[in-house]
């Protein structure tokens, strides 16, 4: 089965950075997911990570070890509309299911 | 192209009741699971379905039920409803089985009282 955490909330002023810190325990990986969820919508695809290292878009980017079992989702130039609750999920490579970590609310402020 | 649909978007049950809900995928995808989310444990994986068959299943009693058509829609049922079924229910597709891609519908709103 996978363990996920990640910070229950976090704040930070418009136009800053913030990094949203995953870690996990899986018993077979098969990919990490970020998700973005507005309050009372869908969850909507941030990034994919299968291998490790940095991948970069645009304003956001999401960074993999998988010898550590750790992920961060970085949000440069901080926007209000980023405020949002981000998720964090893994894969199985036994039977790809997602696990979902209980996500991050980041609140920006002006 | 039209993104996951689901139906009802909000609904009110009382204890004891049975619902359904419905969920269009993407036109194409084949796969669609079901989530459960609430405050309390956030985002709680019920089941998959991959052409017709469940691939499947999380750890939730057997009120909770599923199937999907030939068409690719899926329908879920919790039967027997409990105070704590109140959630969102959340429906996500994919082309295929560990696609890099999920997307979800705006989910079910259920409310038990």
């Known amino acids: 089965g996978q363990n996920i955490d990640q910070p229950t909330e976090m704040t930070a002023t418009e136009g800053a950075i913030v990094q949203i810190n995953c870690t996990y325990q899986?018993?077979?990986?098969?990919?990490l997911f970020w998700y973005q969820q507005h309050a009372g919508e869908a969850p909507t695809f941030l990034s994919y990570?299968?291998?490790?290292g940095l991948e970069e878009k645009g304003r956001f980017s999401s960074f993999l070890s998988r010898s550590k079992g750790y992920s961060y989702l970085l949000l440069k130039e901080l926007q209000m509309k980023d405020s949002a609750s981000y998720l964090c999920a893994v894969r199985s490579s036994n039977d790809y299911k997602l696990s979902f970590g209980a996500g991050t609310t980041v609140t920006v402020r002006a | 192209k039209a993104g996951v649909t689901q139906t009802p978007r909000y609904l009110i049950k009382t204890r004891g009741q049975q619902v359904t809900l419905s969920c269009s995928p993407i036109s194409g995808h084949r796969s669609v699971s079901w989530y459960q989310q609430t405050p309390g444990q956030g985002l709680q994986f019920l089941f998959e379905?991959?052409?017709?068959?469940?691939?499947n299943k999380g750890n939730f009693p057997g009120r909770f039920s599923g199937r999907q058509f030939s068409n690719s829609r899926s329908e879920m049922n919790v039967s027997t409803l409990e105070l704590g079924d109140s959630a969102l229910y959340l429906c996500a597709s994919q082309d295929r089985v560990g696609a890099n891609v999920l997307t979800f519908g705006a989910g079910s709103r259920l409310t038990v009282l």
């Open positions: 899986t018993s077979g990986f098969n990919g």
């Open positions: 990570n299968v291998l490790d």
């Open positions: 379905y991959f052409s017709e068959t469940q691939r």
